[in-house]
């Protein structure tokens, strides 16, 4: 259940086309749901704006197909994040209305309406940086916002950014994602006013530690103001972005 469908049933009530004890059994189950394994915050999107979105690393197709469910009853979509194309082949078998993305690692069944507030630029310094730059711009996608892609605009080649100036100065949130050095949300961060959210990968060489000195180099970035998330973690910038855009554009 979410906000819209709570209003409807409040209305109803209130009209008379439901009788409140059947309301009270529809209140029932909004806090929690349980499956086998676990159980589903359904009052989140109430909460947040967000539906609870499963984390798959770990966990069992069956684990992740029960949760993907209980969660598509109660919102009429469902997202989740880290699932490897073993377990989206078996999804697909008991959730065929939902679609796989390889690149993203992400499985979803429909999408939430869309929203008007806002664009996000999701930007990569490399193509390698893709796949997290993906889980980005597809959650954002499935929570209804729009996104603009600017990909494989490293500082190693600065003229590459600064060309699509124009274009990441239109949008509203910024998602910067490198591995390497992390030095792109520090440049972008010089050059615009909007809220920039800095994400460190894991790609780089031996003494990039497996995205740990991207990570240190953006903490102590000389633009201030920059926000970071941790590595690799395209889905968390995404959710801090619309938090952002849900704060100013309520």
């Known amino acids: 259940m979410n906000e819209s469908t709570l209003r409807e049933l409040l209305a109803q009530v209130a009209e008379g086309l439901t009788k409140p004890e059947a309301?009270?059994?529809?209140?029932?189950?909004?806090?929690?749901?349980?499956?086998?394994?676990?159980?589903?915050?359904?009052?989140?999107?109430?909460?947040?704006?967000?539906?609870?979105?499963?984390?798959?690393?770990n966990k069992t197709p069956t684990q992740v197909g029960d949760a993907m469910a209980i969660l598509h009853q109660a919102h009429g979509h469902a997202l989740a994040t880290a699932v490897t194309s073993e377990t989206?082949?078996?999804?697909?078998?008991?959730?065929?209305?939902?679609?796989?993305?390889e690149v993203s690692k992400l499985f979803r069944i429909g999408q939430m309406p869309r929203r008007s507030s806002g664009v996000i630029a999701i930007i990569c310094a490399g193509t390698s940086d893709i796949p997290v730059a993906e889980e980005a711009a597809q959650t954002l996608e499935f929570a209804g916002f729009t996104t603009e892609r600017i990909y494989d605009v490293g500082v190693a080649g600065l003229h590459r950014?600064?060309?699509?100036?124009?274009?990441?100065?239109?949008s509203n949130v910024i998602i910067a994602i490198a591995g390497m050095e992390g030095a792109l949300p520090s440049v972008i961060g010089g050059l615009v006013s909007q809220p920039v959210i800095a994400v460190p990968t894991s790609i780089g060489y031996g003494a990039n530690f497996q995205g740990l000195s991207a990570l240190l180099a953006m903490l102590n970035s000389c633009s201030s103001g920059i926000g970071v998330m941790n590595i690799d973690n395209g889905f968390g910038a995404a959710m801090l972005a619309i938090r952002i855009l849900q704060s100013t554009h309520s």
Do not use: N
């Open 88 to 101: 989206a082949s078996k999804l697909i078998q008991c959730l065929p209305q939902g679609s796989y993305d």
């Open 161 to 170: 950014l600064l060309s699509r100036l124009e274009l990441i100065r239109q």
């Open 23 to 57: 309301a009270l059994e529809a209140l029932r189950t909004l806090p929690y749901t349980e499956s086998a394994s676990a159980l589903l915050d359904t009052h989140r999107a109430i909460r947040q704006g967000m539906p609870e979105v499963v984390f798959a690393l």
